[in-house]
């Protein structure tokens, strides 16, 4: 089968993660893959399979004023038209609603079904009115809308017929590290971590504010990731006189090497889709600490067997767990013995089958 699948860019992220995973267990098993970005492939983060094949443009950048907007998009769909007629795939996934929606115009008239992947919360993050338009229209030319979670298929319902609706999750994957740990600074122990672009939806500003309040001086908190509300999160950081306890080391390109180390794995998420962050920690035997936000933490966490479930942007609840199991060492470990099961409940080979049995049928 040869399968097209179409992102902004590989440049970090979890969606972007999720489609080199996809990616590269189809060429493993022998189907002709190609990945288009409209990003160029210098940004590329995540590793790609040798036998997937590339298609980058070069074509991401900000429009100055709607013509520009206009002439830039249609750039892109028509550079995206020609790639597929060059391609001929059988099947094409838009990962995003704005890559989705590209992907539908540049089928027009072509015979090549189209799967639309979300992997956000549109209550959360709307489009802007004429992305959100377009997207209403242009869905219905899908021949299939795959949502992470149940409660992202009820809210996708409102719009859209429910046989076109999927629910599929992200895939855990095994974590693999290549050689000794090359972590380029010192970690301090005991610590807590969390991971994730700094941008405001990961909520490390509430994150920040709990640690402050834990008044447990011998833990530190490490997290992880690059984003632009860096310079609003270290003045955070001195504002609360957090300097000698909080890292913000940047992206690390072997995260597990810092998560195996950690004591807990906190995520603080305003809102997400299926969260990879929570997933991976919990692979490597991290008890977890989340907000029960909007969608995805409630269907990766069992509160109380694996991790822990606290009300969604309650600074105070979220204190509270962290003081808990910062002071029961006994709880943390017991926590920890069951979260690595999160790679049995959505392993790759469970949620890849989905996949396939979805392409088949629109074929």
Known sequence: MKIAMGISSLGGGGAERVLSVMANYWAEKGEQVTVITLAHQERDVYRLDERVERAAFGLERDSRGVWDALRNNLVRILSLRRTLRKVRPDVVIGFSEHMSVMMLLATLGLPIPVIVFEHTD?????????????????????????????????????????????????????????????????????????????????????????????????????????????????????????????????????????????????????????????????????????????????????????????????????????VRLMDDEQERLRLAASAPEVMERFCIEKVMGRWDRLLDSVR
């Open 122 to 322: 549109p209550r959360r993050a709307p489009l802007e009115r004429s992305w959100g338009l377009l997207r209403r229209w242009s869905y219905h030319r899908a021949k299939g809308i795959v949502l992470l979670t149940e409660e992202l298929r009820t809210v996708a319902a409102k719009n859209w017929p429910e046989k076109m609706l999927h629910v599929i999750p992200n895939p855990a994957v095994v974590v693999e590290e290549s050689g000794e740990a090359s972590i380029p600074f010192a970690l301090p122990k005991p610590f807590i971590v969390a991971m994730g672009r700094l941008v405001p939806l990961k909520g490390f500003n509430l994150l920040l504010e709990a640690f402050s309040r834990c008044g447990r001086d011998g833990w530190s908190l490490v997290i992880l990731g690059e984003g632009e509300e860096r310079p609003q999160l270290e003045q955070l950081v001195q504002t609360l006189g957090l300097e000698q306890r909080v890292l913000l080391p940047g992206r690390v390109d072997e995260p597990s090497h810092v998560l195996r180390q950690a004591e807990i794995f906190v995520l603080s998420s305003r809102y997400e889709g299926f969260p990879m962050a929570l997933v991976e920690a919990m692979a490597c035997g991290l008890p977890a600490i989340s907000f029960d936000c909007p969608t995805g933490p409630a269907d990766i966490v069992r509160d109380g067997v694996d991790g822990l479930l606290v009300e969604h942007e309650n600074v105070s609840a979220l204190t509270s767990a962290m």
